[in-house]
Nanobody, 125 residues
Framework: QVQLVESGGRLVQVGESLRLSCAASGGIVANRAMGWFRQALGKEREFVASIDWSRSVTYYTDSVKGRFTISRDNPKNTIYLQMNNVKPEDTAIYYC??????????????????WGQGTQVTVPS
């Protein structure tokens, strides 16, 4: 059973940067595609970024391309989401998710097997 714990969410001003972390236990992230999703108040959960397990190829939703970077540190069993030049529309709870071993990266929440509890990011306008 993989357990994921996110951290790093906080209130941040427009244009600033922050880094979210997702520490995994009970499983090896090196063998799994990992993703970041977010859910704003009153909205559905949406895909933000993912990284596959084999070559660490990354994928992003259009609204964060060029601003956010997903990465993995396999020895630490942790993935990150570096968020630069944040905007008010980035305000949401951010969730880390893991697919089953050796499955490909996906933008669909239902295809992820494990989820963290989320971390709040707030960017006041």
């Amino acid at each position: 059973q993989v357990q994921l714990v996110e951290s790093g969410g906080r209130l941040v001003q427009v244009g600033e940067s922050l880094r979210l972390s997702c520490a995994a236990s009970g499983g090896i992230v090196a063998n799994r595609a990992m993703g970041w999703f977010r859910q704003a108040l009153g909205k559905e959960r949406e895909f933000v970024a993912s990284i596959d397990w084999s070559r660490s190829v990354t994928y992003y939703t259009d609204s964060v391309k060029g601003r956010f970077t997903i990465s993995r540190d396999n020895p630490k069993n942790t993935i990150y989401l570096q968020m630069n030049n944040v905007k008010p529309e980035d305000t949401a709870i951010y969730y880390c998710a893991a697919r089953g071993e050796y499955e490909s990266a996906s933008q669909t929440p239902l295809e992820y097997q494990y989820w963290g509890q989320g971390t709040q990011v707030t960017v006041p306008s």
